[in-house]
């Protein structure tokens, strides 16, 4: 993990904040220049929260057994994507390797942080093409110079647009495969039945896996999103983030969350419920011509014609989202999985654009 990393971050003396010099319980915390009083209404924002978020760590581990000493928590999993190329790629010089169609952000944080794309399309199927990669590696490997390297690979897993979610047996193989470092994403993991990379962590020094709160604990405003990783590599995300990363009234909410698993988990099955209902419903409309298989809370839509319907969708007042731009996703909508009233609004005016 060494050689993978900046220099400049493998040398990083680390901000240390009042709360990393003090943890306990104090009488009279004079250490942070912060003001005691209180104009909000609450008493838990005019102090810095705990920037390692351990409470929520903790419940991370009670409740979903991620391990709290190779856990870091994020502003969202988006600012740990965004960390993970500024620990690990050279501006102007590192390359990430992504597999389109995929989450679009990891393309505008490569560009942000100046890394060069290399794409190895999933297939039309939208399944992973070993094959492919295992050449485009093996080219790598080959032409590596001291000056540029591939030093990233992400993995959705279910994938950000298809839905679907990859067999963890070729998730291993890719891990096996590259010598840099292999991100998971599992945003949307929850809503799959497939097996957690995390239980990959043993065996790989260079996996890390992404989870957020945004999705199936429906806490998007609040984020909270998490990596898991080796204790080297969560060391490494500790010491450059920014030092109070998460809020406090972020931190208390994902507990509350957390403590809520079993009513979360009825909420899952509901989801679950109508992303079968909806799949059926969407299948026998006529402007619908095939519904993807979908591991997550939304489904890609291939349609007769996607900008036209996606316009007259946005005209009743319905938003979802275009894809036809992405790789092998010609004439597809990406549709968000609502509620059982959002899902029936969406179909009768789907039903109604065939008569329009
Ligand atoms: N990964 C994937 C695949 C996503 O689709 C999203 C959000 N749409 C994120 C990460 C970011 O999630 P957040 O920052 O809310 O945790």
Known sequence: MRELLRENIATLKPYS???????????????????WQEFVGREDVNRYPDPLAAMVRKALEEVLGLPFDQTIIGNGSDELIDNLFRCFCRPGKDSVLLMPPTYGAYRVFADIN??????????????LDLP???RCLAEEKASRTNEARLKLLFICSPNNPSGNAFPLDEVRT?????????????????FSSQASAVSLLGEFENLVVLRTLSKCWALASARVGVAIASKEIIAVLRSMKYPYNVGGPSQDIALKALKQAQRVKQGLALIKEERARLRTELAQVDCVVQVFDSDANFFLVRVTDAPSIYHYLLGKGIIVRNRSKEMHCENCL???????QENDVLLSALKEYEHA
Request: some cysteine; proline content about 3%.
């Open 334 to 340: 990406r549709i968000t999985i609502g509620s059982k």
């Open 114 to 127: 100046d890394v060069i794309v290399k794409t190895v399309p999933l297939t039309p199927h939208f399944q």
């Open 17 to 35: 904040c009042a709360r990393n010099d003090f943890t306990g319980e104090a009488e009279v915390y004079l250490d942070a220049n912060e003001n």
């Open 132 to 134: 492919a990669l295992k």
């Open 174 to 190: 890719i891990c096996s495969l590259f010598d840099g470092i292999v991100v998971v994403d599992e945003a949307y993991f929850d």
